[in-house]
């Protein structure tokens, strides 16, 4: 008998919660639209709430007032939902500032020439110094280097010494220009 009293509890319970559901959703929707103007965000908060508050039953024992339970949910959620995209919406507008200022252009257009001359004159080199100079740009320490082109870590020392002193004469107005940003390339 004590199984049947559950189930019946558990119905009971099931359909107190249909009946909040299908009076309070369309409601609570468009309340929380008031504050998004987004619907199915809108839609979506509200339904967190009533996700929360079926999760939550205990909780609703407690509760006095369902409704303005809802609604104080919806509307904290709506705030909270409010302040996380500002946030987001100040991100992307200092990005955005950053990247539509003059220096941001003139710095990338440099990068991008930089990196364009050195590649330029790497593929002139003699085939393996350009092979093992790709290899070390790539993140390949002179041992792993060795082993993939199956040659002693002399040789990949000596390779590179070539290639480094080709490439400072094949680029050295660059390294006028921008020497910190050579060495790390070289380094």
Excluded at 112 to 137: F, G, M, Q
């Amino acid at each position: 008998m004590n199984r049947k009293k559950r189930s019946a509890t558990g119905n009971d319970n099931r359909n107190t919660f249909e009946e909040l559901f299908n009076t309070y959703y369309p409601a609570l929707c468009s309340f929380a639209h008031t504050y998004l103007n987004d619907k199915n965000l809108a839609e979506d908060i509200v339904q967190e709430v009533f996700l929360k508050m079926l999760n939550s039953r205990s909780e609703l024992d407690l509760v006095l007032s369902i409704k303005s339970f809802l609604y104080t949910s919806v509307k904290n959620k709506c705030l909270n939902q409010l302040k996380h995209t500002r946030v987001i919406g100040k991100h992307a507008e200092m990005e955005s500032s950053v990247k539509e200022s003059e220096v941001y252009f003139v710095d990338r257009v440099i990068e991008e020439e930089t990196h364009r001359l050195i590649y330029n004159a790497i593929d002139k080199l003699p085939p393996r110094c350009k092979e093992i100079v790709l290899l070390s740009l790539n993140g390949l320490k002179n041992n792993d280097i060795a082993k993939e082109l199956k040659v002693s870590v002399n040789t990949v020392k000596t390779q590179k010494a070539i290639a480094y002193k080709q490439l400072r004469i094949k680029l050295k107005h660059l390294f006028a220009l921008t020497p910190l940003f050579l060495q790390h390339f070289f380094n």
